[in-house]
């Protein structure tokens, strides 16, 4: 099971990025995908999820409005289309697939396993 995150990047506040996971190893109709967050000196917390349906998602807080989750299970890719990006923005981004299949129910990390290495987004003010 590999998770392959990338798409992050430099910009500036205002602007946009779309962030890409390339999922190999687990189908997308079985397993929820999530993308979360991890800011230097602070916990790493859910950002957007969808479910293996794909018909359900969840936004954090910080996001709703702005970001949006969306996959191709043919390509088994699922991408983060982050707007208005604010400097609060600024994290480490991974994604990882739910540890238990069809149990998708919230956007928290520890219901989430095979992390990616994450890819970085800056947004300067």
């Known amino acids: 099971v590999q998770l392959q995150a990338s798409g992050g990047g430099l910009v500036q506040a205002g602007g946009s990025l779309r962030l890409s996971c390339v999922v190999s190893?687990?189908?997308?109709?079985?397993?929820?995908i999530g993308w979360f967050r991890q800011a230097p000196g602070k916990e790493r917390e859910g950002v957007s999820c969808i479910s293996s349906g794909g018909g359900r998602t969840i936004y954090g807080d910080h996001v709703t409005g702005r970001f949006t989750i969306s996959r191709d299970i043919v390509l088994n890719t699922v991408w983060l289309q982050m707007s208005s990006l604010k400097s609060e923005n600024t994290a480490v981004y991974y994604c990882a697939a739910e540890i238990v299949p069809h149990d998708f129910g919230s956007c928290s990390p520890e219901d989430f396993g095979s992390w990616g290495q994450g890819t970085l987004v800056t947004v300067s003010s």
């Open positions: 190893g687990l189908p997308l109709d079985q397993y929820a």
